[in-house]
């Protein structure tokens, strides 16, 4: 079995929200001879000059004519701004996402970018996809809300957010959480638990788990620096995920355990196999 790997061209995704198609509008060509799609590795990058109060939170999708790959829409790691005239910013580590998708010789894939919020310098987005000769697991299906949801801003507020639907799904293989904030002041900080429920689950436990918090700094130029995975994910072993009904509602919830003068942008995702 033999890796390969490619990228496709960085597509500037505008300031607003449309989503816009990578590779300079035109698919990815699978090469013949690969017989999987391993996995995808976004990244993403400021064009122009920050913003204070500003967070990044950037969707990605992946479609094809030729094969059999939706939904596979997941969400890449926040990027927080400050406060006033803020020094610097973090920038998260690379994510890479399973896929594990099965290809037909000389596959056509789409790759779409969006961003969730609105921004004065517009992101670029490139993502590499990654290729194997041989079969690595099971396929892997990527899905979020259609829209991102507002967490609380009295400490402890549990908030629910927007829900998403699996059909024909067998279980979740993980869950994951982006966290930003809408705004940046001294000393305040995004922190607290994601937690999914859903009455579809085919076992009674809980599924609760920190997200991956950010912290501001003391001063009217409070930078508010995101932790190096700027995501908080819960991976499962192979056969070892959360059973699913046929047709599954899943929930999910956000508890922040520091006030907040705004309430910080959340957005849910999951992969599961079928």
Avoid at 57 to 73: A, G, H, K, Y
Avoid at 147 to 154: A, R, V
């Amino acid at each position: 079995m033999t890796y390969a790997s490619d990228t496709v061209t960085p597509t500037t995704l505008g300031t607003g929200t449309t989503e816009a198609r990578l590779n300079s509008d035109s698919p990815i060509q699978v090469p013949d001879g690969i017989s999987n799609i391993v996995s995808a590795i976004p990244y993403y990058c400021p064009t122009g000059v920050f913003t204070p109060d500003e967070s990044y939170l950037v969707r990605v999708r992946l479609q094809s004519n030729d094969i059999s790959v939706e939904p596979c829409r997941f969400m890449m790691s926040g990027v927080n701004t400050g406060d006033a005239a803020f020094t610097s910013v973090s920038a998260p580590i690379l994510q890479e996402y399973s896929l594990n998708i099965p290809n037909a010789n000389g596959a056509n894939m789409n790759i779409y970018g969006q961003a969730l919020t609105s921004n004065t310098a517009a992101p670029f987005l490139g993502c590499e996809l990654v290729y194997s000769t041989g079969s690595t697991g099971s396929q892997q299906y990527w899905n979020t809300p259609d829209s991102i949801s507002t967490g609380g801003t009295t400490i402890n507020t549990r908030t629910t957010l927007e829900t998403i639907t699996i059909t024909d799904g067998r279980e979740i293989t993980s869950l994951g959480m982006v966290v930003t904030p809408t705004t940046a002041a001294a000393s305040t900080h995004d922190v607290g638990e994601a937690e999914f429920a859903s009455s579809d689950f085919q076992v009674p436990f809980p599924y609760k788990f920190p997200i991956a918090p950010s912290f501001s700094g003391l001063g009217a130029a409070a930078n508010q620096l995101t932790n190096p995975n700027g995501l908080s994910r819960q991976k499962f072993p192979a056969g070892h995920g959360i059973p699913l009904a046929p047709r599954a509602l899943i929930n999910s919830f956000y508890t922040n355990r520091d006030a907040k003068g705004a309430g910080s942008k959340v957005v849910p995702f999951l992969s599961f196999t079928r």
